[in-house]
């Protein structure tokens, strides 16, 4: 089983999505065993603050399942608690390699071949909804290969 983690600035729209979308896929595909998923922030700005209301209606309108949540910054320690530690764009993983010094084991990567924008400042839930989701649906097909 993978420990994953889904990054993004302040862990209230893409990266919570992430985490619901992809544990929503996992547990509609019978494959809940291939991984735990976590999504934490590269900042402070929102910690403690639940999942941003627009984000939430979305994934209420794709009919995701939502869990609990409040926002968490990532940690030094992180690094050797998961296997895979997914950025929605790039200066998140340019935060991640700051805050944990380098990644010695290739843990660190995009979710998609792009940035996904941030909606909280585009206002657009729809693409990254969408990109979210073809990045977590890849991710999963990928897992169950591994497997």
């Known amino acids: 089983m993978k420990n994953i ?4 600035y302040g862990n209230i729209c893409r990266s919570p999505m992430a985490e619901m979308i992809f544990k929503d896929m996992l547990f509609l595909s019978n494959k809940k065993y291939l991984a735990n998923i976590e999504s934490k922030a590269t900042s402070m700005e929102e910690i403690g603050n639940d999942i941003y209301p627009k984000a939430k209606e979305k994934l209420l309108e794709k009919k995701v399942k939502i869990e609990r949540h409040i926002a968490r910054r990532v940690q030094r320690e992180d690094y050797s608690k998961y296997d895979l530690i997914i950025g929605m764009e790039q200066s998140n993983i340019d935060d991640l390699l700051y805050i944990f010094g380098s990644d010695p084991d290739n843990k660190i990567r995009l979710l998609i071949d792009k940035d996904i924008d941030d909606p909280w400042y585009t206002g657009d839930f729809d693409t990254a909804y969408d990109e979210i989701y073809r ?3 890849d991710l999963l097909i990928e897992l169950s290969n591994d497997n």
């Not at 983690?5 to 993004?8: A, E, G, T």
């Open 5 to 8: 983690l889904f990054v993004c």
């Open 135 to 137: 990045g977590c649906k």
